[in-house]
């Protein structure tokens, strides 16, 4: 009986429909005192291993969409302490290799500090924004990167 009840509660859960996965961005800027930089974090897993990219992840069942964010940059970089605010949702069909994504995207201007990479990050740097354009290449960064420059 016990076995049944679990199955029907599980079903409970379950839908007719295919769904996506939902991940978030960060675009971090800093200021060194003569040139505004952005953070970016060289991935350390497939899919665009050792590409540079923007930090970010999938987010848990039982957190935000800001939550998510937050936890990802602090894995990633160490980044702790920012005040982020969201600026636009990607959801373009085939723009992730694994499966169907959708990305919400968050910016926020910090004081530079140290990052270093961390959890599924390689490393993590601050880069010029000029750089940057020509490091991130990873999934959405630089549609990402441009989103953000047309929508200000």
Known sequence: MEEKK????ELNFCYKYPHPSVTTDCVIFGFDGAKLKVLLIQRGIEPYKGRWAFPG??????ES???????????????????I??????????????????????YALVRMQE???GDDAADARWFALDEATTKSSAGQSRHCAS???LSR
């Open 57 to 62: 992840g999938f987010l848990q069942m039982d």
């Open 115 to 117: 990052v270093k990479g």
């Open 65 to 83: 969409a800001e939550e998510g964010a937050l936890r990802e940059l602090h894995e990633e970089t160490g980044l702790e302490g920012a005040y």
């Open 147 to 149: 989103r953000y420059t």
């Open 85 to 106: 605010r969201q600026f636009h949702t990607f959801t373009a069909p085939e723009r992730d290799p694994r499966e169907r994504v959708i990305t919400i995207a968050y």
């Open 6 to 9: 679990r199955t029907q509660e």
